[in-house]
């Protein structure tokens, strides 16, 4: 295989960590060296029990790699002696100081920096041979030509070729890198750029279909990332909306769902409703390609995209009023029972969880909190909290996690279910109800439960549409 003897990767978060555990174990004779500037990051990744990432699947791949063929380090010159390959897949947030305005655009700094670092090393060293370099973090369009005269400025030695990657991404993250519906590989038309596309083709050609790998243009797969997440975020806005309609109508968004995904045109993916998207990825992406098209002066395509993540906003916020309305409007030292902070299920990842919107309104008017997820922790959500700014001191003493559900909701009058973890519609019910303050209320942000047996233990039940 194109004799790649080594392949590193920058940034050992949740994209660079699963993604090189997986080549690693379909390519034992490569090594593979995780990089990160975070040296606490890196040691966590060194063992089992502090693992950074839960993601289903990943424990045992690197059981499977780990000290074998994939290594972390925060030896920046481990990483890149020697290497063939180079993954970019550090984070890049929303712009924190225009955080607050109604239109974003990507912070680009940690990628400036690596890239930065790469060059130095690389004009360091003298060394004169092409090294692929592979844009896997979202970046704003024409990032890779912006990384290109980076590297020029520091009139690098060596030649480099950039690349999009892109996965499906909507079950869990091994899942996705093992079986993906496409890989997206972008590159340039020159020889030597042809020649790094077919290296990373052939890498993935190991266990990806031919038909499933798309070639197209660097800003193409760079656009494309963007547009994917948007639309599938569209898609949740969309059906999100309905549920507002149905509940002041009297419509029902079950039936309503049922008999629009049977119109093969719109099919029945990605139309489940929730108190809303969350993820590092959606929010960003949308506002990401706002930013873009404002930036060209298409203002009313940019208004066109941004009314999807207003109406995420306005299903987290109508969800959290309608929590607070059913409760009499006073949740003073009430406790609530918060089923799941992560934003997905199978994963402990709470970054722009819905729940933690919805958490943080119910804090606010007071209530004490409850929570269980199987995965997240509070320090997860109170890192999280704290970027967003909306983390308080006195938190501290209202957020109790537990193991389990029950123990939770244990003295609480509400649960309030906001992840669609499976375990919440295993749990007791039943048992759970006797435990409870009256009226006991179950708040279901997912439709996760069956109306008529919940209310028939005595809860009163309230669900989206
Ligand atoms: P993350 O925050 O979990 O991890 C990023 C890591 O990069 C952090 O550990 C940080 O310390 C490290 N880092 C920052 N600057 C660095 C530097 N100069 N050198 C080395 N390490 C550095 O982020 P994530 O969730 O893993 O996402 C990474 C990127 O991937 C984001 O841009 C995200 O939007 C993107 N993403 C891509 C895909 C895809 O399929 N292409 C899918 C999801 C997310």
Known sequence: ????????????????????????????????????????????????ETLPVFESGLSLLLEETRNKNLSFTSDINEALDEVDIIFLAVNTPIKQSLSKKESYCFDIKYIEACTRSIAEYFDLKKLNRIVTLVEKSTVPV??????????????????????????????????????????????????????????LKELYEKWVNKDKIILTN??????????????????????????????????????????????????????????????SCFKKDVLGLAYICESRGLTEVADYWKQVVKMNEYQKSRFSKLIIEKMYNNLDDKIITIFGVSYK?????????????????????????????????FESMKKEMQRQEIWK???????????DGESAS??????????????????????????????????????LLNREEIEQIGYAYVKLG
């Open 142 to 199: 024409l990032t890779s030509k912006h990384i290109y005269e980076i590297l020029q400025e520091n009139q690098k030695i060596y030649k480099q070729y950039i690349y999009g990657i892109l996965f499906k991404n909507t079950r869990s993250a091994i899942n996705d890198l093992l079986n993906p519906e496409r890989v997206i590989i972008g590159g340039g038309n020159s020889p030597e750029e042809q020649n790094s596309t077919n290296m």
């Open 1 to 48: 295989m194109n004799n790649i003897k080594k392949i590193s990767c920058f940034g050992a978060g949740y994209v660079g960590g699963p993604t090189m555990a997986v080549f690693a174990s379909k390519h034992p004779q490569i090594q593979f060296t995780i990089y990160d500037i975070d040296k606490q990051q890196i040691e966590k990744w060194q063992q089992s």
């Open 218 to 279: 660097l800003v193409s797969s760079e656009l494309s990332k963007l547009v994917s997440n948007s639309f599938l975020a569209q898609r949740v806005s969309s059906i999100n909306s309905i549920t507002a309609l149905c509940e002041a109508t009297g419509a029902n968004i079950e039936e309503v769902k049922k008999c629009i995904a049977s119109d093969s045109r719109i099919g029945s993916k990605f139309l489940n409703c929730s108190v809303g998207f969350g993820g």
């Open 345 to 377: 299920k199978n994963t402990n990842d709470c970054r722009d969880s819905a729940s933690i919107t919805v958490a943080s309104e119910l804090l606010k008017e007071g209530a004490v909190l409850h929570i269980y997820d199987p995965l997240a922790k």
């Open 393 to 403: 001191d006195c938190y501290d003493a209202k957020i109790k996690f537990f193991d």
């Open 410 to 447: 244990i003295n609480s009058h509400a649960i309030v279910i906001l992840t669609e973890w499976d375990d919440f519609k295993q749990c007791k019910y039943e048992r759970m109800f006797k435990k409870m303050k009256r009226p006991s209320f179950i708040f279901d942000g997912r439709n």
